[in-house]
C-alpha cells in the first residue's frame, strides 16, 4: 500500500494524543455518570425524593485536581506533556496524578499511527480507529471497575454490522453468525462454570463484547480471540498473583484481554490468522 505523506505523521500523532486525552474524560467519568444514573432510577422506583446534584458530565465540570480540586491550567492539560511537566503531580496540593492519563494519551497516539501505517487515510481506518478506541475505554474502564457499560458495547456491536455492510458487505452474514456465536460461547461458559463451581467467572458485559467483536471480525476469528485473550489473562494472572501475593484468589476483569485480543485481530488479524491456521493444520 501507498504509505500517507511524511508530513501526515506529525498530524496523526497529535491527533491520536488529543483523542486519548478525550477518551480519559470518558473512562474517568462515564461510571460516574452511570452510578447516578442508576441511583436517580433506584430512587424513583422506590418513590424516595429526589437528591439534589451538581451537573456532571462529559463537558461540565472542567478537569480538576481529584484531591484539592484546583482547576487544571490548559498547559497542564496538553496530552502527555502536560503530564511530564507536571511529573505526574498536582501543581497546587503536589498530589501524584495517575500514570492513567499519560498512558491511553499514548495508546491513543500509537492506535492511531498503527491504523494510519495498516491501512491508510480512509473512511475505513476511521471506522477501525473509532474500535479500536472504544475497546481501549472498555478495557480501562473495565479493570478499573468491572463494568462492561452497555452504552459502549452495544454501540460498537451496531458499528460493527454498518461497518461489514459499508465495506464488506460479503461479510455481513459471517458478522452477523459472529455476533450470535461469540456472545453464545461465553455465555456457555459462564453458565457450565457457575453449575460446576457456584461462582459467576465473569459478567455479561463479557458477552456483549465478544459478540461486538464478532460482528466486526466475522465468527472465523473468535477462535483465534478466545486463544489470545484467555493465553493473556492466563499469563498475565499468574504474575500479578506470584508478584502481588494479596491480589490472589481476587477476581481479574476479562475485558482488558478480549479487548486486547481485539485490537491485535482488528490490526494485523490476516497475517495472524494465517499463522494460526497454519500451526493447526
Sequence with gaps: MDY????LWPLVLVLGLCFGSFLNVVITRLPVMLMKDWRAQARDALALEEEPQATFNLATPESMCPRCEAPI???DNIPLLGWLKRRGRCAQCNTPISIQYPLVELAGALLALAVVALHGVTLESGFIYAACMTLLVLAVIDFRTQ???DILTLPLLWAGFIYQLAFQPFMLSSAVI?????YLALWSFYWLFKLVT????????DFKLLAALGAW?????????LVLSAGLGALIGIIVQLALPRLRGAPMPFGPYLALAGWVALLVGEELMAVYVGVLN
Design 73 to 75: 491550567a490548559w498547559h
Design 178 to 182: 459472529g455476533a450470535i456465536a461469540g
Design 147 to 149: 463494568l462492561l457499560p
Design 198 to 205: 457456584d461462582k459467576e467467572g465473569m459478567g455479561y458485559g
Design 4 to 7: 500517507p505523506p511524511l508530513v
Design 217 to 225: 471480525l466475522g465468527w472465523s476469528y473468535l477462535p483465534l480471540i
